[in-house]
């Protein structure tokens, strides 16, 4: 799914924020991605989502050189990946259901009722339904991490990545969310979760790559997942 070898980032002319990062997911698989403040992980995601490319190294998504991927093919690309900023990043002029309907109107495969029915079950699920027609700026930050959580699996990506997704919510919101990526896991999409919370790793026993100082250590994969 993510192969990823000697890679190395650099924003402009500054220092390299990844050193040497060899990296595999195996499709299907979940991780999180822990490391402390400025160690890199929204950099890496952002290399996972497309926004950077690497400055050296190989990196190769669904089975494709990304450095070999012409500029046009990178958005169709990246409508396989789903992906929860730490800013969220929601349209304002939209409302919440709107927002979390993008994908699959920009996919345009589904017949407007059906992505209406998508859209009532994912807000229901992330219990939003009386937030349906608010717009982001009137939203709590947790309710705005909520739709942005949404959006991104509505889709039923290949690969989800998410940054700090439950670090605005309460402990049994963030279980919520948290069940709901292991659901979307179980169904074939690979996930990548980066966390400051040491409890998620220590409750869902998934394998823990860690950032330090823009390098990368991998810990060994827990046993079975909770
Ligand atoms: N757009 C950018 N331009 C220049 N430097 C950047 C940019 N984005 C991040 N950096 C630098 O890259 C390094 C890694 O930042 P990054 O945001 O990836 O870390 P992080 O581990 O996600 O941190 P946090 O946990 O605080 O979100 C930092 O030194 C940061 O200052």
Redesign the pocket.
Known sequence: MVTLRNVGLR??S?PE?LRGLDLDLAPGSFHFLT??????????L?LLHLSQRPSRGLMAMFGKDVNEVPRRQVPAMRRRVGVVF?DFRLLDHLSAAENVALPLRLAGRLPAADIRNYVAEMMAWVGLTDKTDARPPTLSGGEKQRVAIARAVIGGPRLLLA??PTGNVDREMGERLMTLFVKLNGLGTTVLI?T?DPALPTRFAYPVLR?ED?RLDADQPAAAPA
């Open positions: 924003y402009g500054g924020v490391g402390r403040s400025g160690a890199g992980k929204s950099s890496l952002s730490q940054d700090e980066a400051h950032l823009g």
